[in-house]
């Protein structure tokens, strides 16, 4: 199948020469092509370039030897990558949401039984294939939105059955979707109940049993641990991240959200793919990435939410760090996978110029997930996932109207998304 998109306004994130991430002072740089064509073969992204390049015979093809979409006015993006979800969870959380209204914390709604534990107790009540339906729901919902790839965590399992029952439902939609799905075992999300009074009995449950289990049925890619206050130490994130690694997890981590938690310096020391939230990350976590191939990866949709202070964007880049952007899709602080949203709120809230959002959510974000080699940019070779928007003056404009839907067709895979 050959499908040709002509006539774009302009053609964003264009790459001749394919990078991993871009970095500092280079993520205000975004590569453009104003009256641009893509030409898509299957799955990929065969050519791109200026109409004016592009050969006659491919212009006026044959009938049937094409699908062609005309662009003029529009823009065309690769689609978002999202490399922070929980995505797979039963039920919502807007009881939670009022207690916050009324002012009690995120430590004070945990303590009286909500947060993850109650999302844990939700998801132990509802079905495999209920849960696996309700995601859907959701992963619809942000393929329209514009995401291209995602990575979904579990954790609100905090039992072996109820973990792997999560992870069976990612792998599932793995193989529902066009979606591209990244996997990570996140059983050190909570202690859970059962457990307060013993965490080592717990600890050892992810570690002796939980853990194996995962990686011999290879239901996951990655492995996390929420490392901070009232949660889990740097002492226990260290054991439970060994042990993934020994069964070829890659580490990523939760860090710095509620408390200087030491996170980020563990995760640099176990080459974590990423380390994410960041709210109280300072100049000495700065320093420790920059001398690391780990990447920050910020949550403003999190801490807009929470009324958590915002992460260091601005300081990370001007230090010549990469960031990348998630939405952390979950129920109790983060209810939203729009990652055009985030873009938003990564100018307004984090002093982030458009060219550094874009970048933070295409190929910093897919070095996130481990995928930057076939996706995230516009190039020669790489997956065709991307998204055409409505007609709109500049690709300034697409963060700057934060409430308005602007996508106006998906293509992933080379598919037309209907």
């Given amino acids: 199948m050959r499908l040709l998109i002509k006539n774009i306004k302009e053609l964003v994130q264009t790459e001749e020469v394919p990078r991993l991430k871009v970095c500092g002072k280079e993520m205000a740089i975004l590569s453009t092509i104003s009256d641009a064509y893509v030409l898509i073969e299957n799955e990929s992204i065969i050519d791109f370039g200026r109409m004016t390049e592009l050969p006659k015979d ?6 049937d030897s094409f699908t062609v979409l005309d662009a003029s006015g529009q823009f065309v993006f690769p689609s978002f990558c999202d490399p922070h979800t929980h995505i797979v969870f039963a039920g919502s959380r807007e009881q939670e949401f009022v207690d916050k209204i009324r002012g009690l914390s995120y430590e004070a709604i945990a303590r009286r039984g909500g947060g993850i534990l109650n999302s844990a107790k939700r998801l132990h009540e509802t079905t495999e294939d209920e849960l696996f339906y309700q995601s859907m729901r959701r992963i619809d919902e942000i393929i329209k939105l514009g995401t291209g790839a995602v990575e979904i965590k579990s954790g609100y399992g905090l039992n072996t059955e109820d973990e792997l029952k999560m992870l069976r439902v ?56 929420f490392c901070d206050v009232g949660f889990f130490t740097g002492v226990e994130t260290e ?54 191939e780990t990447m920050p990866t910020l949550l403003p949709g999190s801490a807009f939410f929470n009324g958590l202070p915002d992460p260091p964007a601005r300081r990370m880049i001007d230090s010549g760090l990469s960031i990348a952007l998630a939405s952390d899709y979950n129920p109790g602080s983060s209810p939203s996978g729009n990652m055009k949203l985030v873009m938003s709120l990564g100018c307004i809230k984090l002093k982030i110029l458009p060219e550094e959002a874009i970048n933070a959510v295409t190929i910093n974000s897919a070095y996130a997930m481990g995928i930057s080699e076939t996706h995230g940019s516009i190039a020669r070779g790489k997956v065709a996932n ?33």
């Fill in 386 to 418: 991307l998204f055409i928007t409505k007609e709109m003056p500049s690709y300034s404009y697409f963060p700057y109207a934060f409430g308005s839907n602007l996508i106006d067709k998906v293509i992933l895979k080379g598919k037309v998304i209907p």
């Fill in 239 to 292: 054991r439970i991240l060994m042990a993934g690694m020994k069964y070829g997890l890659i580490p990523k981590l939760h860090a710095n959200e509620l408390g200087n938690s030491g996170g980020v310096q563990i995760g640099v020391k176990y080459n974590a793919l990423s380390v994410d939230h960041l709210e109280r990350a300072g100049d000495e976590e700065i320093r420790e990435l920059l001398d690391s």
């Fill in 170 to 225: 990612i792998r599932r939609i793995k193989d529902h979707t066009l979606l591209e799905v990244k996997s990570t075992f996140l059983g050190a999300h909570a202690v859970p109940y059962e457990y307060v009074n013993n965490r080592e009995q717990y600890i050892e449950l992810i570690i002796n049993e939980m853990i194996p289990i995962v990686a011999t049925d290879d239901l996951a890619d990655y492995i996390d641990v």
């Fill in 58 to 63: 491919i212009n006026e093809p044959e009938p």
